[in-house]
T-cell receptor, first 114, second 116 residues
Framework: AQTVTQSQPEMSVQEAETVTLSCTYDTSESDYYLFWYKQPPSRQMILVIRQEAYKQQNATENRFSVNFQKAAKSFSLKISDSQLGDAAMYFCAYRSDSNYQLIWGAGTKLIIKP | GAVVSQHPSWVICKSGTSVKIECRSLDFQATTMFWYRQFPKQSLMLMATSNEGSKATYEQGVEKDKFLINHASLTLSTLTVTSAHPEDSSFYIC????????????FGNGTRLTVT
């Protein structure tokens, strides 16, 4: 069975600086998708970034980028120029190529210091 | 972008009553919908997966007679918490997926249920 591990329960960063959130996963499949979701205090789940396992190039979305290491089964999220609005819970998630279900990590609470 | 509407956003009910939560896909056909429960400061816990026109598949430990899920159309799934008790108080979130397995998942805004 697939698992997703986020080893950092909480991270803090100074506003305008860069922070990296860690995520590792375990799977025997070769085709899958990885996601980072943000959940602010409003509890709305917001997709931050998505990575297809067959793509070698790391996904980027403005200030958000990932470091996808397929062999190491690592999928970290880098947030550059952190803003106060980035404060939220961040969840890493895995989705098989053959199954709609998302496997979730435990989450990392990101605190932005003004 | 695709929108999933979840209603109500919050509800307070008395112990022993039933509560229905609706999840609607507004601009796409949701072949599959997922219902999650989230405890404070925890991750999402999958309760069940529903496919349009068929019975929901419940995760281990989730009482199917207590949490009734109906996915009668490609745009609507409902979760009914029957004979609610205070321990059912929680945050419930639905998500919906399109026809293909690589279709993105879209989330509702969630429902805060409080049982008194």
């Amino acid at each position: 069975a697939q698992t997703v591990t986020q080893s950092q329960p909480e991270m803090s960063v100074q506003e305008a600086e860069t922070v990296t959130l860690s995520c590792t996963y375990d799977t025997s499949e070769s085709d899958y998708y990885l996601f980072w979701y943000k959940q602010p205090p409003s509890r709305q789940m917001i997709l931050v970034i998505r990575q297809e396992a067959y793509k070698q190039q790391n996904a980027t979305e403005n200030r958000f980028s990932v470091n996808f290491q397929k062999a190491a089964k690592s999928f970290s999220l880098k947030i550059s120029d952190s803003q106060l609005g980035d404060a939220a819970m961040y969840f890493c998630a895995y989705r098989s190529d053959s199954n709609y279900q998302l496997i979730w990590g435990a989450g990392t609470k990101l605190i932005i210091k003004p | 972008g695709a929108v999933v509407s979840q209603h109500p956003s919050w509800v307070i009910c008395k112990s022993g009553t039933s509560v229905k939560i609706e999840c609607r896909s507004l601009d796409f056909q949701a072949t599959t919908m997922f219902w999650y429960r989230q405890f404070p400061k925890q991750s999402l816990m999958l309760m069940a997966t529903s496919n349009e026109g068929s019975k929901a598949t419940y995760e281990q430990g989730v009482e199917k007679d207590k949490f009734l899920i109906n996915h009668a159309s490609l745009t609507l799934s409902t979760l009914t918490v029957t004979s609610a008790h205070p321990e059912d108080s929680s945050f419930y979130i639905c998500s919906a997926s399109g026809q293909y397995v690589n279709s993105p998942l879209h989330f509702g805004n969630g429902t805060r249920l409080t049982v008194t």
